[in-house]
């Protein structure tokens, strides 16, 4: 079975600061997805990397494939209050299963004023 | 411009009831799936179909049964409800089943059994 473990589970900081988050597995995956969610609604993707090493930005958002494809990173920049939400990575497993996709546990992101 | 649609938003069950949440999408997307999320779990397939009259079975398939008889609908139907089922369940579709596939989430639909 394959894991995504995602770190930290939480993170509360300040206005203006920078984090990253990162999504680790021992397997392999032919693409990984990042979401964001909001309370009371769906996860709404971000982005989706698919090539090994492969590095997109998304205005603030920089997120980062890691060249075996078994990781990835979010890092915010200057974050803000409106990036507060649930982040959650996926990757879709390199056999094909119906375009299963395999969640992380989710990062809690608390950006305060 | 509905995208995924459903239904009901909120539910309360007692043990031993049964349900059906319902999901329509449409986009005319082949591929839909239920989920459903816990805390610390993120989210966990439950059953996905990739065309109408096919379905099979996800990561915690036991509990629920699923059809699709049209390509808009994907209802899921929980035979007897346990407090184990407790959870918010989200419906998806997208175009194809095809790796990096943009998938479409519904609203969610929060579950209480008692």
Sequence with gaps: TQLLEQSP????????????VYCNSSSVFSSLQWYRQEPGEGP????????????????RL???????????????????????????CAGAPTYNQGGKLIFGQGTELSVKP | NAGVTQTPKFQ??????SMT????????????????QDPGMGLRLIHYSVGAGITDQG??????????????DFPLRLLSAAPSQTSVYFCASSYSIVSGNT????????????
């Excluded at chain 1, 709404?44 to 205005?59: A, D, F, I």
């Excluded at chain 2, 309360?12 to 009831?17: C, H, N, Y």
């Excluded at chain 2, 998938?103 to 008692?114: A, C, K």
């Design chain 1, 62 to 88: 920089t997120f980062q494939f890691g060249d075996a494809r078994k990781d990835s990173s979010l890092h915010i920049t200057a974050a803000q209050p409106g990036d507060t939400g649930l982040y959650l």
């Design chain 2, 103 to 114: 998938i479409y989430f519904g609203e969610g639909s929060w579950l209480t059994v008692v």
């Design chain 1, 9 to 20: 589970q939480f993170l509360s900081i300040q206005e203006g600061e920078n984090l990253t």
């Design chain 2, 12 to 17: 309360v069950l007692k043990t031993g009831q």
């Design chain 2, 59 to 72: 990561e915690v398939p036991n509990g629920y049964n699923v059809s699709r008889s049209t390509t808009e």
């Design chain 2, 21 to 36: 949440l319902q999901c329509a999408q449409d986009m005319n997307h082949e591929y839909m799936s239920w989920y459903r």
């Design chain 1, 44 to 59: 709404v993707l971000l982005v989706t990397v698919v090539t090994g090493g492969e590095v997109k930005k998304l205005k």
